[in-house]
């Protein structure tokens, strides 16, 4: 079945940066569309960026442009989310998510993605 494993979440100051990792099995990971999403304590969950199955188009949330960057290795069924200049507000769990074929329409909406990992929490502190 599909499981998707996150790692590399921690605690950094702010203005620091973290990598995030997704191992994806169990599905053929090069026609899905990848996403990672985010949850703070008491809000919803938030789509922070996605990338459409051949890796070459992405997108991002306004509050992450420039700073962070999705990228993807179909060879070995791999996502990541590169983290920079990262501020208390990026506080939350990280979740990646999978959803077959493009990511062009509604890539924000978690209840468009049937899959997903166990998330992996990320404190940036001031």
């Known amino acids: 079945q599909v499981q998707l494993v996150e790692s590399g979440g921690g605690s950094v100051q702010a203005g620091g940066s973290l990598r995030l990792s997704c191992a994806a099995s169990?599905?053929?990971?090069?026609?899905?569309?990848m996403g990672w999403f985010r949850q703070a304590p008491g809000k919803e969950r938030e789509g922070v960026a996605s990338?459409?199955?051949?890796?070459?188009?992405?997108y991002y949330a306004d509050s992450v442009k420039g700073r962070f960057t999705i990228s993807r290795d179909n060879a070995n069924k791999k996502l990541y989310l590169q983290m920079n200049s990262l501020q208390p507000e990026d506080t939350a769990i990280y979740y990646c998510?999978?959803?077959?074929?493009?990511?062009?329409?509604?890539?924000?909406?978690?209840?468009?993605?049937?899959?997903w990992g166990q998330g992996t929490q990320v404190t940036v502190s001031s």
């Open positions: 169990g599905y053929d990971y090069k026609w899905y569309c």
């Open positions: 990338i459409n199955p051949g890796g070459g188009t992405t």
């Open positions: 998510a999978a959803r077959i074929y493009d990511c062009e329409n509604n890539w924000r909406r978690a209840v468009d993605f049937p899959y």
